[in-house]
């Protein structure tokens, strides 16, 4: 959502005072981001108390949905023609996008999944430039939040798909961040995302979701908190995407699953909270002289079906 924004500090809301707002203002400035906290994680960040925090969003929410005319259920087709009018942001390949059903759908999570020098990053860097071209191109007008917690962003490529695609002056049109542990991502994306959106970002990049993770719950008793804070992460990813009309592309490792026949098979790793959380997953691999992007996952498209590509000095392009 994008436009008139309402500072938290201005709601007038019974058994709220003035410092509470000024504290819950540091956490988030304006009611319409407040409007998708829950409140237990409001109470937590904002150092509040809980039924001080129920008000508040429950208020907030009560706002945003009355000026956008938000109602609370939709008619079947009423919805459907809603998903169907979603913009679309092109991947740069015309294989992928006709793979994708014709590109990459705002509201949508898009997971990227394969073994190192698949393409991941690279299709990355891609749709931080793809994302700024016109919607007559298959962009969205927009720019791009690129969170690298691998330390792999770099300009020279977004550059050279720059000239390749058509984009002018590219590099002012990403946002990077490099978070260096799981606290700075999460903060990033809780706090600092909703200001970036409203500055017309309408593509985040998390590249990759898991390694941050995976560095800082290790074992295996560890596990289940690692899928509780990834589960988190992803749902304010799902909620920013909803909200402010963005495409997010998050890249994963993949995991050999033995089969009882004989080969191997790559799966995506982080188990079920990644699964759930993305909308559609795809696993790339190298296939020789080109790579194959295929579906393992998507509401929307045929498990199995696939696109091929080949990487060069400008980019992806199709096989
Ligand atoms: P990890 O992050 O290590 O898991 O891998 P990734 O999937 O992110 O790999 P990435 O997207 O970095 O892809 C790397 C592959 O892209 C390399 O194996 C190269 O084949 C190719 N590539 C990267 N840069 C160039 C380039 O400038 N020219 C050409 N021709 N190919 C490139
Ligand atoms: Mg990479």
Redesign the pocket.
Known sequence: MRGEHTPVKEMKVSGVGKLTLEKVSEVVEYVEDLALFNPEELAERAEIELDKAVALVRAARKLVKAKLGIRRAYKGSEYARILESRDALTSGVETIDELLGGGMFIWDIYEFA??????????CHQLAVTVQLPPALGGLAGKAVYIDT?G?FSPQ?VE?VAGRVEVAKPLENIYVVRPMNVDELEETVIEDLPSLLRDNARLIVVDSIIALYRAEFKGREMLAARQQRINYLLDWLKRYARHYNAVVAI?N?VLSQPVPWGVAMKIPAGGNIIAHASTHRLV?RRAGDVWVVEVFDSPTIPRGAAARFV???KGLEKA
């Open positions: 394969g073994e190192f020098g698949t393409g991941k990053t690279q299709l691998e792999t490529r050279a890249t490792q790339m990487i060069t000095e």
